[in-house]
């Protein structure tokens, strides 16, 4: 478990299935830029079995009650990531400090020099937390991936390890 002020990040479990296929399946969960998705609790431990590139994390509060997760896989010689709360945790941080956890375990843990992030240009929180979590805006993709039957733009992020020590405060 990697610690944190306001909350911990730790890997996703089998234990966790029950909640994750639940919140997963939820649209006010998701929101309205991730796709839209309903897959039963046996496709979700199928998946659970089966992933291997990517790692899963959890984010708890510290109480040790899930309030989102975290994805982390690599992409050639770098790392990408991706988050989401629950809607009744948002707003206070806890993204931004999961995600700088999860930055300084990758630049710790693996032989990287860079992660990186995208979110809808339009998803002004997710773009807020890459921000003050000290990703760099590197560009856009226009009209880059299909989410609930839109095309949507996309906004590149990344941070360099020489630039990460600074963020861990």
Wanted: charged share 25%; hydrophobic share 35%.
């Amino acid at each position: 478990m990697l610690k944190g002020k306001l909350v911990n990040i730790r890997p996703l479990e089998s234990s966790d299935l029950d909640w994750f296929t639940e919140w997963n399946n939820d649209p006010h969960y998701t929101g309205p830029f991730e796709p839209l998705e309903v897959n039963s609790r046996d496709k979700i431990e199928k998946w659970y079995d089966s992933e291997k590139n990517a790692e899963w994390w959890v984010i708890t509060d510290k109480l040790d009650n899930p309030v989102g997760q975290l994805v982390a896989g690599p992409q050639g010689d770098c790392y990408w990531l991706g988050y989401i709360l629950h809607p009744d945790h948002r707003g206070k941080g806890y993204a931004t400090e999961a995600v700088k956890l999860l930055v300084d375990y990758l630049f710790r843990a693996k032989n990287l020099v860079r992660v990186q992030a995208e979110c809808s240009t339009e998803n002004k929180a997710s773009v807020r937390v890459l921000e003050k979590a000290g990703f760099t805006y590197e560009g856009l993709r226009r009209k880059a991936v299909l989410i609930q039957g839109q095309f949507l733009d996309s906004a590149i992020f990344s941070i360099l390890k020489d630039e990460w020590a600074p963020c861990l405060s």
